[in-house]
């Protein structure tokens, strides 16, 4: 597209980008924000570089990949679902009321000699954190209905009715038992759907309403688990299932790829909050401790904050 | 450009040629257009999803660059509602995962840039849709309002009134959110 810079139109208004912010002007001042928030969004050559190789490898695999129709599936499903996503938000809205000391899961290992008390425990749970997963699945783009054939039209439509069919058990009716049957008659169905990931998300969310966090974590955590579509809130929540399983090694990882991102949200905090939790576990003190200071200079009013604070006081008498 | 029938296969190198050609315009179409809180990747390889199945009924006369305008609108348009959705949801949008480069010189450089592109788009995302867009496409894409005419099906003349109340819209909203009295959307 060519600038109307040059082109001199007759009528044409100035760009606000283009004016002197020291006019002191309000134009002024909008266009200058404009103007950084224009140069932030130009693509940098990195940017365009890892499109192209994600595309050369969409590219590659694109005559033995069911992804079209994949994605066909995906909005199938989230239009399927569109029923249960009020109910979900009543869900999450009703779970996000309650007190924050109510989500915390009680230690599942005994703790360790010298360390503070709560933050050993088992980082806690926010009880949104699995519909969130869950829910952030779905990925559909837009306009691709027409990427399904007409021979794998019927296909994708019944696999997104059973999908959605779990899903509806899970979040409109609440009925996680009713979910784990809809994924198995899924699994029997399709058992290399493509909705498999989306699949076993639901399964996670209902094996973690059921307290079957054990199985939870064994699903994330499969090698050969194929394609699970790692949100922050996914990755977050399976650190936590790995501390709580005594896993620190693996949390922290996951931990940690959550803090790169640079990100100041509920996921880091809670990312936060479990590294310190591990990381006084392996009795590095001075990091955990660092981490709760971390967590409370970001999140003071956070959902671990007074047990960040609890902890620290702990330490500070504990110390020699 | 050499248009092919319905086989993805045939289809193939002109979509190649397309993105070569069009690659990074798309991607900052869709990185203005959408904000922060979308993927930029994925809603570009969405386009060029779309482009791909749907190459064969461009036929012109358009240029190929209205042509793909409209379907990274779209595409931007579908990306925007799922982000509102998991907001509403409280799902956040997976901040800082696209829209905004990583490679800045300094920290405190890159908290500004974001917290720039934060503002704006606080801002636009309170403007109607069309008034946004005229914005984005002026100020940002530094387009001329014939060409957002024909982008957007309208004269010139109309284009610049309809920027005119975009401005006059940002602007107050501007002013607002400065002067303390932002009570968020």
Known sequence: MKSARADGNVGEPERWTARAASRGTAEGAAGAVLRRARDATEPRQEDVARLEARLAAHQ????????????????????ATGGAVGAAGKLLRRTRSAPAASAVIPAAEPRASGAPASPLGAPALPAES???????????????PRAVGPREAPRAATEARLLAGAFRALRAGQDPV?????????????????????????????????????????????????????????LVMRGELFAEAGQCGSAVRDFERILAAGARDDAEARALFGRAACRLRGGDAAAGEGDLRRYLERHPDGAFAAAAREALNEALHEAP | MVLSGDDGAELAPDVDALYREHGRT????????????????????????????????????GKVTTWL?????????????????????????????????????TPGDALDRRRDVEIVYRILDRLPARQRQILILFEMEEMATEEIG????????????????ARARFLAEHQRLFSGKDEGP
């Open chain 1, 178 to 234: 009713a979910a784990l049957s809809a994924l198995d008659r899924y699994d029997r169905a399709f058992p290399r759907g493509a909705l498999a990931g989306e699949a076993r998300i639901a399964r996670v969310e209902a094996l973690m309403v059921l307290g079957r966090r054990a199985e939870a974590l064994a699903l994330l955590a499969a090698p050969d688990g194929g394609e699970t579509p790692a949100t922050r809130n996914v």
């Open chain 2, 26 to 61: 798309v991607l900052r179409w869709v990185m203005r257009l959408g904000g922060p809180g979308i993927d930029a990747e994925d809603a570009v390889h969405d386009v060029f999803v779309v482009a791909k199945r749907r190459l064969g009924a461009f036929d012109g006369p």
């Open chain 1, 130 to 144: 699995v519909p969130a997963a869950a829910l952030a699945a779905p990925q559909p783009a837009a306009v691709v």
């Open chain 2, 69 to 105: 305008f409209r379907t990274t609108e779209k595409v931007v348009q579908a990306a925007r509602r799922k982000q509102r959705l998991r907001r509403w949801l409280s799902l956040s949008g997976e901040p800082g995962a696209a829209g905004i480069s990583t490679s800045n010189p």
């Open chain 2, 150 to 165: 024909e982008l957007m099906g309208a004269k010139g003349s109309t284009v610049r009134v309809w920027l005119f109340r």
């Open chain 1, 60 to 79: 590659a695999d694109d005559s033995s990949s069911p992804w079209r129709w994949r994605l066909a599936l995906a909005l199938a499903l989230l239009l």
